[in-house]
């Protein structure tokens, strides 16, 4: 079915939004990475709630302070980080369906859980298409991220005015735990046994250097590893740099590196990655093949 296309217009934002769906996937090759969303049980509830195709395309806001205007009626959902959210200056649900009318404004302020907020639309936002995905990324869609006055198309959804007799109520406890769980990487048996104890007994914090590229830890790993050859990476690896920098490599990053591969998060555990912020602690646990 063909529904009527408007926009919704982006009054204020900060560094980092985007435009994020499931990715784009077999085009490793050509040196594109997947990219597409950080947080996936978020973009699945979202998506859920709405009632959208599994690969809707949703915004991805990783700093407070981000302001939009809807120009038609339709129904949002949130997930993700916890903030203070106003719709017309109002206070409203973190959680649940949201009924838009025309010209409503939606402001997301201060994070007080997580580090991304998810905002999805009924029907998914429909910016273009490039190798089978709306995801943003530098150097193949037009823009990277959002500016204040970029305009974003949705479709109208005209019965967007529901009643509801129960919300639905999003937790945020499966991101809060600071354990994630990894397996061994290609290279992690180069690793010393000394150096295999501190990495998985020990506490590690998120730097300031955090992206969608990737997550850095704050505390150094001892590295004698010899040098490696250049080998694929997947969204997950966690490469050791020759200085002893453990890097955590998330949807954007390159699809091959030279550091070694010591570990690999696992699917659940990339999710709870992502809504680490800056000065957040992990603990690094084993799982077995």
């Not at 077999?26 to 040196?31: D, M, N, Q, R, V």
């Not at 709306?134 to 959804?157: A, M, N, V």
Request: aromatic share 8%; glycine share 10%.
């Amino acid at each position: 079915m063909n529904r009527e296309i408007t926009t919704a217009t982006v009054l204020k934002t900060g560094p980092g939004s985007s435009v994020q769906d499931l990715g784009r996937w077999g085009h490793a090759s050509f040196g594109v990475p997947v990219s597409g969303i950080l947080d996936l049980r978020s973009f699945h509830w979202i998506n859920h709630l709405l009632q959208n195709q599994k690969n809707d395309a949703v915004l991805e806001i990783s700093q407070p302070g981000f302001t939009i205007q809807f120009d038609s009626p339709t129904s949002i959902a949130l997930a993700g980080a916890t903030a203070s959210i106003k719709l017309n200056g109002q206070d409203t649900e973190n959680s649940g369906l949201i009924p838009i009318k025309r010209k409503d404004i939606l402001e997301i302020g201060g994070i007080s859980a997580g580090a991304r907020i998810y905002l999805g639309i009924r029907f998914g936002f429909k910016t273009e298409k490039i190798l089978g995905s709306r995801s943003f990324y530098e150097g193949l869609t037009k823009i990277s991220q959002l500016s204040k006055g970029s305009k974003i198309p949705y479709s109208i959804d005209s019965g967007a005015t529901p009643i509801y007799n129960a919300k639905a109520r999003w937790s945020v406890d499966w991101y809060q735990n600071e354990t994630i769980f990894v397996y061994p990487g290609p290279d992690f048996s180069l690793l010393k046994e000394n150096v295999k104890e501190k990495l998985l007994n020990e506490t590690f914090r998120i730097s300031q250097l955090s992206n969608r590229m990737g997550i850095q830890l704050l505390e150094l790993l001892e590295n004698e590893l010899p040098e490696l050859p250049t080998n694929p990476v997947y969204p997950g690896t966690i490469q050791l740099t020759s200085g002893g920098k453990l890097l955590i490599l998330l949807k954007d990053a390159q699809v091959t590196g030279g550091y070694p591969r010591i570990l690999q998060l696992d699917e659940e555990s990339q999710w709870v990655i992502a809504q680490k912020k800056p000065g957040d602690l992990i603990q690094i646990k084993l799982k077995k093949l």
